[in-house]
Nanobody
Framework: QVHLEESGGGLVQAGGSLRLSCTAS?????GGWFRQAPGKEREFVAA????????YYSDSVQGRFLVSRDNARRILYLQMNDLLGEDTAIYYC??????????????????WGQGTQVTVSS
């Protein structure tokens, strides 16, 4: 069992930055972030393999967001820059126990965090 605790959401103006954090209580292969806007399906944002540091990004955030991790403390980060109105969503931390499935497959997540709201005002 892996417990995920997120923090760092809030309200920010368009063009601003926020950093999300997620503390994972147990081991896993990969940590990532998904988001869900009102009336939309949950979608992949970014992910990182804990050991190698290999990263994955969705096209919509590539170049603006940066996913990183502190392996020793099992903390996952999402640095979000140049935020846009369409980035407004609940952001969820997620982990996959193995490398068996693609990082962006929302159906293959083993554990989810409770979610943190990010609101970008224009």
């Amino acid at each position: 069992q892996v417990h995920l605790e997120e923090s760092g959401g809030g309200l920010v103006q368009a063009g601003g930055s926020l950093r999300l954090s997620c503390t994972a209580s147990g081991p896993s292969y990969r940590g990532g972030w998904f988001r869900q806007a009102p009336g939309k399906e949950r979608e992949f944002v970014a992910a990182i393999n804990w050991d190698s540091g290999f990263t994955y990004y969705s096209d919509s955030v590539q170049g603006r967001f940066l996913v990183s991790r502190d392996n020793a403390r099992r903390i996952l980060y999402l640095q979000m820059n140049d935020l846009l109105g369409e980035d407004t969503a609940i952001y969820y931390c997620a982990v996959q126990k193995t490398s068996s499935y693609p990082a962006k497959d929302v159906r293959r997540i083993d554990y989810w965090g409770q979610g943190t709201q990010v609101t970008v005002s224009s």
